[in-house]
Nanobody
Framework: QVQLVESGGGLVQAGGSLRLSCVASGRTSGGRTFGNYAMGWFRQAPGKEREFVAAISWNGAGTYYADSVKGRFTISRDNAKNTVYLQMNSLKPEDTAVYYC??????????????????WGQGTQVTVSS
């Protein structure tokens, strides 16, 4: 089973930056380890549905972003450290949410739909003040 632990959330002023990290451990039921599946970040604001933010392929060569964060957020991964990152720049108050790291262990390519992800972290709060 894959376990995911996020860190790096916090309170920041509008225009500021934060970097989220997510460390993975364990294997899938088929024995796949971190460097062999896609990863993604999602977020959920109070009263809203969980929404896609960014995704990255198994080797980092492919990435995909929601239009709302394109040009401001960057997803990356370090397979040697079992870690995926989300660098968030030019933050806006509307970016305030709980951010979740997720693994799409059945896929190599970047995925953008919540149903394609089968392992989730506990979430980390990001609050952007105006």
């Amino acid at each position: 089973q894959v376990q995911l632990v996020e860190s790096g959330g916090g309170l920041v002023q509008a225009g500021g930056s934060l970097r989220l990290s997510c460390v993975a451990s364990g294997r899938t039921s088929g024995g796949r380890t971190f460097g062999n599946y896609a990863m993604g970040w999602f977020r959920q604001a109070p009263g809203k549905e969980r929404e896609f933010v960014a995704a990255i392929s198994w080797n980092g060569a492919g990435t995909y972003y929601a239009d709302s964060v394109k040009g401001r957020f960057t997803i990356s991964r370090d397979n040697a450290k079992n870690t995926v990152y989300l660098q968030m720049n030019s933050l806006k108050p509307e970016d305030t949410a709980v951010y979740y790291c997720a693994a799409a262990t059945a896929y190599y390519g970047a995925r953008n739909h919540v149903d394609e992800y089968d392992s989730w972290g506990q979430g980390t709060q990001v609050t952007v003040s105006s």
